[in-house]
Every structure is written in C-alpha cells, then in structure tokens.
T-cell receptor
C-alpha cells in the first residue's frame, strides 16, 4: 500500500529552462490533482485529471504550464521557460474518485535561479 | 469570489484543548476538509465534513455549519507532535466539484 510518490524531491534549475515533475498516484485512484504551495500559503489548485483526461485545468497560471496523464496513472507536470516566480513546492494528490478525500505526495521543491 | 479565512498562528500547552476556526465564502460547497502539515512535509488528511454537525475521530473533532460558512477543528489532549500547520479546505462546486480551495493555514505551536 504505497502512498503517492513524487520525483524528484528537489529540483534546481536556471531561469528559462524546461522542467518535468512526476507524480505516481495511489494504485487504483482515478482522480489526480496538482497543486502549488508557496511559503506561508496553502496549496493552490493547478489541474485535475479524471482518468486520462484533464477535467479542469483552470488553475494553470499560463501556457508555460502543461500536464499529462497518458495511461490514467502516472502524471507529469511540465513547465517551459521557467521563471523565478515558479519557485514553489509542487504537490500531487490522488483520490479514489472525483469526490473522495485527497491524499498528498511529499512534493517536489522547485527552485528557479 | 472564493475566500477561506483562518487565524495565522495559535499557541497552546501540552494536555490542553485548542479550537482552530475557519470561515469560508465560496460560490459552491461540496465538503470541507482539514489537513495537518508538518514543516517540509505533505498535508495529511485529518477530517471531512459535508453535513452540519460534529465529526469525532480520536483526539480530533471537526464541526461544520453550512448556513454560517463556518467550521472548527478541535484538538484535545495536545501533544508536542501536534505542533504543525492546520489547513482548512473547501471543495467548491464551481471547480468541477472536486478541486480543493485552501486557506493559508494556522500554525499551531504546542509548548510543555
């Protein structure tokens, strides 16, 4: 019964670079969420997947952010042309269905220099 | 708009009882959650309320009043390990009914 896992745990990159953050949800959970948390703030919603499709991407801040979940399990959050303001902890959560409690992974701390 | 308010910080002593309040204004409502988050770690699910009233789970209880847009988390018999941030989150139905809207969190410090 492994929980949600995320890799890498830490990522340091330079402004303008491309990064990919991976999330492996709890086995059997159909719903997957990405959130972003800045210091002293609560998590901020980015995107929600139900199965393979993005059911709600209204939280993505701009078109530099994109996420996929091609087989309905692992998801990758992709950030192009990173900016210093993208520095935050990126959290992934999964739930058994669209109304279940969400279980969070340990997060990826992204630092853009 | 969407707004969730909770106190920024609270302090308490070991063995005491503390109540963390949360008020919310959202365009829809489909459940309220409380999460615990230790520094540098992921949020951990504590409780869920969708109907008015009190939900009790061990030392932790959570209360909801939908008409008042109000919830509280009650922690009894406080222990040092309860020092953490407590996040109130609402599932607002205008976000596909599933994504959570979080408050900024209440940092609880428990001293001996």
């Amino acid at each position: 019964g492994a929980g949600v896992s995320q890799t890498p745990s830490n990522k340091v990159t330079e402004k303008g670079k491309y990064v990919e953050l991976r999330c492996d949800p709890i086995s059997g959970h159909t719903a997957l969420y990405w959130y972003r948390q800045s210091l002293g703030q609560g998590p901020e919603f980015l995107i929600y997947f139900q199965g393979t499709g993005a059911a709600d991407d209204s939280g993505l801040p701009n078109d530099r952010f994109f996420a996929v979940r091609p087989e309905g399990s692992v998801s990758t959050l992709k950030i192009q042309r990173t900016e210093r303001g993208d520095s935050a902890v990126y959290l992934c959560a999964s739930s058994p269905d669209s109304l279940g409690s969400q279980y969070f992974g340990p997060g990826t701390r992204l630092t853009v220099l | 708009g969407q707004n969730i308010d909770q106190p920024t910080e609270m302090t308490a002593t070991e063995g005491a009882i503390v109540q963390i309040n949360c008020t919310y204004q959202t365009s829809g409502f489909n459940g309220l959650f409380w999460y615990q988050q230790h520094a540098g770690e992921a949020p951990t699910f504590l409780s869920y309320n969708v109907l008015d009233g009190l939900e009790e789970k061990g030392r932790f209880s959570s209360f909801l009043s939908r008409s008042k847009g109000y919830s509280y988390l009650l922690l009894k018999e406080l222990q040092m390990k309860d020092s953490a941030s407590y996040l109130c989150a609402v599932r607002g139905s205008d976000q596909a009914g599933t994504a959570l809207i979080f408050g900024k969190g209440t940092t609880l410090s428990v001293s001996s």
